[in-house]
């Protein structure tokens, strides 16, 4: 069991730092590391270069953090599925007979 948390564990931390800084170059987003989030009047007057933003509406950072955030998410959902069955090989046996694990799993698939 200590081996599979600790794989899964160096997996994850590994796939979120590569994407983390290399988020820009895999999906092809321009910004950079003092562009805000959401821009304000203050943001918008100091940087009059920057047409694309628009007062309060998210900028290419947020999608950029976005995308890291939803990679850890879905490995945390795929991550319930493999921590179902920890000796055998077939994770999927007898997944449809557990209700409050398909539940969990449907909820947060949802949110």
Avoid: C, H
């Avoid at 931390?13 to 805000?36: G, H, N, Q």
């Amino acid at each position: 069991m200590r081996r599979n948390i600790v794989g899964q564990a160096i997996f994850q931390i590994t796939v979120l730092l590569v994407l983390m800084y290399k988020v820009r170059d895999l999906f092809d987003l321009s910004y950079e590391d003092s562009d805000p989030f959401y821009p304000n009047e203050e943001d918008m007057l100091s940087n009059p270069e920057r047409t694309e933003w628009k007062l309060f509406e998210p900028t290419v950072k947020l999608e950029a953090y976005t995308i890291v955030f939803q990679t850890f998410v879905f490995m945390q959902i795929f991550n319930m599925i493999n921590s179902r069955k920890l000796s055998e090989y077939n994770v999927f046996a007898g997944l449809f007979e557990n209700w409050a694990f398909l539940l969990i799993f449907i909820g947060t698939l949802i949110v």
